[in-house]
């Protein structure tokens, strides 16, 4: 069963890895890629850990879509033995381990959450890790546990803030369970409290040189403006999805089984339940007032695989209900395999929806291979010395499918770029090549920037006969001022 079991999960690795190298980079992992040249403790949008992996990734396989994503889609196999293990330790025996982990393998938050690389992706991986420490200190009772548990938070807390929600969650555990509140008047918690810190200091120093631009950045989305209540009814529709159907219906259902007491010491239940439920009630509030993208979730997965299981698992259900269990169950795997090939065919050729325009067209770059090279041969007949775009989505793609050493810009936005070189100044002070949707130089940000403005070129970006956008070059001299845009973000006080 065990190795029938890591059978089907490197299954799906390779799956992954071979849609790795036949789908087009999203503008964010362009952009993750440029960090990953340039590593440092921190950045405008996330701290650092997606870059490392991708880094890692690219020593491999070279700067191709399957090496930015490769050593991310690998840790699929240290998480898939964390949560195997994790779910063992907290609930007994090989059948709910396997089941948590290919579970947990199902969903597509892993299958698309490892290939497209975000910073969701190390966060998926370490939060797995988190609950394999805490499963462990339950188990064995050893304070120096507690520094495991400090570890895989701290690499949590270097992939995504969000894993600051794993101290709350760790101390509802503490409280609630009577056996565990001994560990709150011990030492060891709280020396994993400072391992977390420590391994998490890179990005405190990064942002204490930088006017706490990050924390400012992202702690801010937290602040109430006005409600729009509108954002909550997209919750339960998106992670139906990104959980699969057949695994969201196991996962709520144990939940509910670890609230009615039926399966589990009380220390597993409360753990599993405070994992999943502190990061999904604060959404749910943040819902009210902001849109919630469906893989902000992701920390929430490795224990409500957990929960699955235990649906799956431990409990004798009503017969209707156990017919339920076990059609999702025997069917998760498949369906969920099936959901992400169909996604990828899609998302590469849009053939599914008959070649119109869905949600990945936006963000993949389907189309900017060959929209790249149609530009460089712009820029070579124009003699530009350095291409600008307005947007980060589009300065990284350009940077990574045009020729390796083209200079490419985005003229505003500087924070995001801060820990990387600039141009050099005659590389700005020749033909400069704007890249942009059509009107660009009509945006109050752009009127009067340059003295002379011609366009020179109108270009598409398309996924077989579909226009994903209609792309204008213009060629730009006589600046009327510095040509970077230098504005403080708007987290400083900027526009």
């Not at 009380?266 to 502190?278: C, D, E, F, I, P």
């Not at 269990?325 to 899609?346: E, I, K, N, S």
């Not at 070189?421 to 700005?428: C, F, G, I, K, Y």
Request: a positive charge.
């Amino acid at each position: 069963m065990v190795r029938s079991a890591w059978i089907v999960v490197i299954g799906l690795v390779l799956l992954r890895l071979a849609a790795s190298a036949w789908t087009p980079l999203t503008f964010d992992e362009a952009y993750y890629w440029m960090w990953s040249k340039h590593l440092a403790g921190g950045y405008y949008d996330h701290p650092p850990m997606v870059a490392v992996v991708i880094r890692i990734g690219t020593l491999i396989a070279g700067d191709t879509p399957l090496g930015v994503r490769l050593f991310s889609v690998l840790l699929t196999l240290p998480m898939s033995w964390a949560i195997f293990r994790a779910a063992e330790l907290l609930f007994g025996g090989k059948r709910i381990a396997v089941s948590a982990m290919l579970l947990l393998n199902a969903t597509m938050i892993v299958s698309v959450g490892l290939m497209i690389v975000t910073p969701d992706a190390p966060l998926l991986v370490a939060s797995s890790f988190v609950i394999l420490a805490l499963a462990q200190v339950a188990a064995t009772g050893q304070g120096v546990w507690w520094l495991a548990v400090g570890v895989a938070v701290g690499f949590a807390l270097l992939s995504k803030y969000t894993a600051l929600f794993f101290g709350a969650a760790i101390l509802i555990w503490l409280v609630a369970v009577p056996k565990m509140r001994r560990w709150l008047i011990s030492p060891w918690p709280y020396l994993g409290g400072v391992t977390a810190f420590a391994v998490f200091s890179p990005v405190l120093f990064w942002n204490a040189d930088h006017q706490w631009v990050s924390f400012i950045k992202q702690l801010g989305r937290a602040r109430i403006e006005q409600f729009k209540v509108a954002y909550i009814a997209e919750l339960i529709p998106t992670q139906f999805i990104f959980a699969t159907p057949l695994v969201f219906i196991l996962g709520t259902m144990g939940l509910y089984a670890l609230a009615r007491r039926q399966a589990g010491a009380l220390s597993a239940r409360v753990l599993v339940s405070a994992m999943v439920w502190v990061i999904a009630l604060y959404f749910a509030w943040h819902a009210l007032h902001a849109r919630v993208e469906a893989n902000w979730f992701a920390p929430v997965y490795p224990a409500f695989a957990i929960a699955a299981a235990v649906a799956a698992t431990m409990i004798q259900w009503a017969p209707r209900a156990q017919r339920t269990v076990d059609t999702c169950l025997r069917w998760a795997t498949p369906v969920g395999a099936l959901m992400f090939v169909a996604l990828v065919v899609q998302a590469n050729t849009g053939l599914l929806s008959g070649y119109k325009r869905d949600a990945t067209v936006r963000s993949i770059g389907v189309g900017f291979p060959e929209l790249a090279a149609e530009i460089e041969a712009v820029r070579l007949r124009t003699g530009a010395t350095c291409i600008l775009a307005p947007d980060y989505g589009t300065t990284s793609w350009l940077v990574f499918y045009l020729p390796k050493g083209t200079c490419v810009v985005q003229r505003g936005q500087r924070i995001r770029w801060i820990n990387m070189p600039e141009p050099r100044a005659e590389q700005l002070a020749g033909k400069l090549l704007l890249v942009a949707p059509p009107g660009q130089m009509s945006d109050p940000e752009w009127q009067g920037a340059f003295s002379r403005v011609e366009k020179v070129a109108e270009l598409q970006r398309k996924r077989g006969p579909l226009v994903i956008e209609d792309v204008e070059l213009d060629l730009l001299e006589g600046p009327t001022g510095e040509v970077l845009d230098r504005s403080q973000p708007p987290e400083l006080g900027g526009r």
